[in-house]
């Protein structure tokens, strides 16, 4: 599977043009706290354009919107990627007719039409047209396209090595394989299935910098909308002052809260998935996706086997972090980051909150 497709490529920014816009349902902004704030913003800064329609409010309602279709069009190209490596696996199927074995008679079917059990034949240079056990002869097989594997490999009926893959390639000789696959069920249905994925779920540390994004866009909300308040104050005491209008507070609002990390958090964790994907990864989860980033070294054998080896400390307390606990360690770990990243860096105060027992 090979697809590397450019982040400026153009057919990529189109595809995803349009589903950003879609994402422009309220149902849809809503799971984002904080732009779903900005989108709202944007909405009554649209509203009250129609009653004062000067040149500041036009620029700040264009910025407004500006800054929500591009944080829907960042997420959508990042989704938009994902389709694209499922669909590189799409074009690996094969759709050219196969030799179906009926009776010891030979028919040319389509290969969408075989089910399980049926028969087929390949000789060399035909691509076998579907999952299934070689039952009648042996062959060199080219899986370059599935595993990686540049040298082809030995398979024939009988014992453990009987095994082919749809998509695959005969190199030499002639087999009879016997489908072990409904259509929709094959190997390459399954990868694409897990590219494609369902909805993807939010990580522990997502969750965890989600609710430190909420925490800080309702106290800068609460500063922003005290202020008129304080206003009509200094006014009552002959201070001087002018009472902020809802646009001006909105504006102020947009720009105290973390808009930046809440508009590109979602796109960050599928560009991760991706990132895997185009190396012929397959990630199931972001939560596998932030462990790897830990990972230095992973040493695998030919097969890609891994074997799980549980490790123990001696004499160390091996009781599980307390999920109150983790989430407080996460939360700290976020907002100290957020202020000390260009100094000290995530990691290091990951190491100091570590050494002093604060979490």
Same mark, same amino acid.
């Given at each position: 599977m090979?697809?590397?497709?450019?982040?400026?490529?153009?057919?990529?920014?189109?595809?995803?043009l349009v589903?950003?816009?879609?994402k422009?349902d309220?149902?849809?902004?809503?799971?984002?706290?904080v732009?779903?704030t900005?989108?709202?913003?944007?909405?009554?800064?649209t509203?009250?354009?129609?009653?004062s329609a000067?040149?500041?409010?036009?620029?700040?309602?264009?910025?407004?919107?500006?800054?929500?279709i591009f944080a829907?069009?960042?997420?959508?190209?990042?989704?938009?990627?994902?389709?694209?490596q499922?669909?590189a696996?799409?074009?690996?199927?094969?759709t050219?007719?196969?030799?179906?074995?009926t009776?010891?008679k030979?028919a040319?079917?389509?290969?969408n039409?075989l089910h399980?059990?049926?028969?087929?034949?390949?000789e060399?240079?035909?691509?076998i047209p579907a999952?299934g056990?070689?039952?009648?002869g042996?062959?060199?097989?080219d899986?370059?396209?599935?595993?990686g594997?540049?040298?082809?490999?030995?398979r024939?009926s009988?014992?453990?090595r009987s095994?082919?893959?749809?998509?695959?390639?005969?190199l030499?000789?002639?087999?009879v394989?016997r489908?072990?696959?409904?259509p929709?069920?094959?190997?390459?249905?399954?990868m694409i299935?897990?590219?494609?994925?369902?909805?993807?779920?939010?990580t522990?540390?997502?969750?965890?910098?989600?609710i430190?994004?909420?925490?800080m866009?309702l106290?800068f909300?609460?500063?922003t909308?005290?202020?008129?308040?304080?206003?009509?104050f200094?006014?009552?005491?002959?201070?001087g002052g002018e009472?902020?209008?809802?646009?001006?507070?909105i504006?102020?609002?947009?720009?105290?809260?973390p808009?930046? +990390?809440?508009?590109?958090?979602?796109?960050?964790?599928?560009?991760?998935i991706?990132?895997?994907?185009?190396h012929?990864?397959?990630?199931t989860?972001g939560?596998?996706?932030?462990?790897?980033?830990?990972?230095?070294?992973?040493?695998l054998?030919?097969?890609?086997?891994?074997t799980?080896?549980?490790l123990a400390?001696k004499?160390?307390d091996?009781k599980?972090?307390?999920?109150?606990?983790r989430l407080?360690r996460n939360?700290?770990?976020y907002g100290?980051?957020?202020i000390?990243?260009?100094f000290a860096?995530i990691?290091l +105060?990951?190491?100091?909150l570590?050494t002093?027992?604060?979490?």
């Open positions: 090979k697809s590397h497709s450019s982040l400026i490529d153009p057919q990529l920014l189109r595809g995803a589903p950003s816009l879609r422009l309220p149902r849809k902004q809503w799971r984002n706290p732009m779903f900005v989108y709202l913003g944007a909405i009554l800064c509203l009250f354009l129609l009653r000067g040149m500041f409010e036009v620029q700040l309602v264009l910025w407004l919107w500006f800054t929500v829907n069009f960042a997420e959508a190209v990042a989704e938009s990627r994902g389709k694209a499922a669909d696996l799409r074009s690996m199927r094969v050219t007719p196969a030799r179906k074995l009776d010891g030979e040319s079917v389509s290969a039409d399980k059990g049926d028969l087929v034949v390949c060399a240079g035909d691509a999952d056990e070689i039952i009648e042996i062959a060199s097989v899986e370059s396209a599935i595993t594997e540049s040298a082809p490999v030995i024939e009988g014992g453990d095994a082919v893959t749809g998509g695959t390639r005969v030499s000789d002639r087999i394989i489908v072990t696959n409904e929709g069920q094959s190997f390459l249905d399954r299935a897990l590219v494609e994925g369902g909805e993807r779920q939010q522990p540390n997502e969750k965890a910098l989600g430190l994004l909420i925490s866009t106290v909300l609460l500063v909308f005290t202020l008129p308040a304080f206003a009509k200094l006014l009552g005491q002959g201070l009472v902020p209008g809802l646009v001006i507070l504006a102020l609002l947009v720009c105290l809260i808009t930046t +990390i809440g508009a590109l958090v979602s796109a960050i964790g599928i560009s991760g991706d990132r895997l994907t185009r012929n990864v397959l990630a989860s939560r596998a996706v932030e462990a790897v980033g830990d990972v230095d070294v992973l040493l054998d030919k097969t890609g086997t891994i799980l080896i549980p400390l004499g160390a091996s599980p972090m307390p999920a109150a606990a407080r939360l700290l770990i100290l980051g957020g000390l990243a260009p860096g990691k +105060i990951d190491l100091a570590t002093t027992g604060l979490a």
